[in-house]
């Protein structure tokens, strides 16, 4: 059974930081092409970061570049999403995604809210 279990939202001050975590079960997790994505509401769900199969390339959305790391740790199955200098349009629920070939799976979402 796959899961992918998202952690670590919840509220922070404008220039805060986050750390989330999401753990994978149920696949080959090393195999897998992990990436992160928000939605906001009202808006559609947009790309954050993605990290390949064995963590060396990393790309980011244009607004998280420089503010937002991608990495992972093969050997717990989990990937993570550290969030530096956040703005309050950082404000959504962002989803863990993990994809090889066909296979497309996703978790439910942690929501990060940014206000003062």
């Known amino acids: 059974q796959v899961q992918l279990v998202e952690s670590g939202g919840g509220l922070v001050q404008p220039g805060g930081s986050l750390r989330l975590s999401c753990a994978a079960s149920?696949?080959?997790?090393?195999?897998?092409?992990m990436s992160w994505y928000r939605q906001a509401p009202g808006k559609e769900r947009e790309l954050v970061a993605v990290i390949a199969s064995g963590g060396r390339s990393t790309n980011y959305g244009d607004s998280m570049q420089g503010r937002f790391t991608i990495s992972r740790d093969n050997a717990q199955n989990t990937v993570y999403l550290q969030m530096n200098s956040l703005k309050p349009e950082d404000t959504a629920v962002y989803f863990c995604?993990?994809?090889?070939?066909?296979?497309?799976?996703w978790g439910k979402g942690t929501l990060v809210t940014v206000s003062s």
């Open positions: 995604n993990a994809r090889y070939g066909r296979m497309d799976y």
């Open positions: 149920g696949f080959t997790f090393s195999s897998y092409v």
